[in-house]
């Protein structure tokens, strides 16, 4: 089949006391100025923001974008700490999971180019594929994580090998050969990265071309993406953030750099809070795709995933422990519930968080690059996230209630 030219179109507990009155003064600041428009008071912000740095809390990027009101960007802590370097705003990091949501958009756009289709099995494309199966989960499955593909990163062998560089047949044949499913295929939900590993290999296969290439030539290039791609030249990669790690011992570490080859089309990109919100405003519109395309993209299947992305009824008082608790049973949408578009993601020495709230007009992006090994709590963000959400909502609540009287 000749393929069409491409074109441009589109979990843990609550903080001790102490960081809790530290992210209560940060937001109580912060927010406001966003909903009001008033002018930042940047020396102010960045001396709250050090209050966390200093203690180790925190180190990262964060946007909060309120619609056509205002948008602030800060940046905290270090791109590398040996020697000091610190982060800025054009910092790149690795993104994790939130990978998925670019795979399984490029995935849509071959569907709309006639090249796949979402009810094929996804043996029709991976026809070397070793297992059976190939024949019985189609794409939709491996999209809403609905295949019954054990995870490969629940191997015991994951963390050792995570590191290492395989060719795309040895992984499969190392990591997906020989694994029974774990139920019939579209019967159930399991959080599997299997499933989005496969998605990059078919992507490749029906257009010949590399994953960082496609996702170039569809979404980073048009949407002005100039800060993000694959890691697979991660040595080549100017102004990358290192990930570590904080040890029991209090002494902070480099954190293990996992293989391009192990992360690929699942975990395997870095980008910028900037680029991320371009994205975001993206899937707002038809920049990146049809309108069909992106409601498939964003309806929720089980356990509320859809494709590379969560779409939740979700309280906004309870924001924290769902993103702790990502498949936990959906809400009723009622009054106290907001329809809420994320994914959460972790690497070795990386923490990261996508969120839109489309009534709000409310996106955040959190970016971390430091994970605390010594606590129950690896990462700030979901407290974060509670907090900005928390504040953003009563406000626009209060501004509304001022403007009637």
């Known amino acids: 089949m000749n393929r069409p030219k491409l074109k441009y179109s589109y979990i843990l507990q609550p903080l001790v006391h102490r960081l809790s009155v530290f992210l209560f003064v940060i937001l109580f600041g912060l927010v406001p100025l966003i909903v009001k428009s008033q002018t930042i008071d940047y020396d102010q912000l960045k001396s709250m923001i050090d209050s966390l740095v200093s203690t180790d809390q925190f180190s990262g990027s964060i946007i909060v974008d309120v619609g056509s009101e205002k948008k602030i960007h800060y940046t905290a802590g270090y791109a590398n700490r040996n020697p000091n370097i610190m982060l ?6 690795e993104i994790a999971s939130l990978t998925k949501q670019f795979t399984a958009a490029l995935i849509l756009k071959l569907c709309e180019e006639g090249l796949l289709s979402l009810q094929d099995p996804f043996g029709k494309y991976l026809e070397w594929y070793p297992e059976e199966y190939k024949d019985q989960v189609s ?48 019967s159930d939900f399991s959080y ?44 080549e990669i100017k102004n990358l953030a290192l990930g570590y790690e904080k040890l029991a011992s209090g002494y902070i570490d480099r954190a293990p750099a996992q293989s391009y080859s192990t992360a690929f089309s ?30 498939k993209m964003l309806t929720p299947y089980l356990a509320d995933y859809g494709y590379g992305l969560l779409v939740s009824e979700i309280n906004p008082n309870l924001l924290a422990n769902r993103i702790r608790n990502p498949f936990a049973k959906n809400e ?27 009534d709000q007009q409310l996106t955040i992006i959190i970016l971390e690059n430091l994970t605390k090994l010594s606590t129950d709590i690896p990462t700030i963000i979901p407290d974060i996230a509670q907090d900005i959400v928390t504040k ?7 501004g509304n209630n001022s403007g009637n009287h």
């Not at 800025?88 to 990091?93: A, N």
């Not at 491996?142 to 047949?169: C, K, R, V």
């Not at 496969?198 to 290039?221: H, P, W």
């Not at 907001?338 to 020495?349: C, D, F, K, L, M």
């Open 192 to 235: 599997s990265n299997s499933n989005y590993y496969l998605l990059g290999l078919i992507a490749e296969e029906v257009t010949k071309e590399k994953y960082g290439d496609l996702l170039y030539e569809y979404f980073f290039k048009p949407l002005e993406m100039n800060n993000s791609g694959t890691l697979e030249n991660r040595n």
């Open 88 to 93: 800025y705003g054009s910092t790149r990091f």
């Open 332 to 358: 009723s949408p009622n009054s106290h519930t907001t329809r809420s578009i994320w994914h959460w993601g972790a690497n070795p020495g990386y923490n990261t968080l996508f969120l839109k709230i489309p």
């Open 139 to 186: 794409i939709h499955h491996l999209m809403a994580h609905q295949s019954g593909i054990p995870n490969y990163t629940n191997d015991s062998d994951w963390p050792e090998l995570s590191t290492q560089d395989f060719a795309q047949t040895d992984f499969v044949a190392h990591f997906l050969k020989a694994k029974a499913l774990e139920f019939d295929p579209g």
């Open 392 to 398: 953003v909502l009563t406000l626009k609540s209060s």
């Open 266 to 295: 699942v975990s395997g990109l870095y980008s910028t809070p900037e680029d991320l919100l371009r994205w975001s405003k993206a899937l707002d519109s038809s920049m990146i795709s049809t309108d069909t395309t992106l409601n």
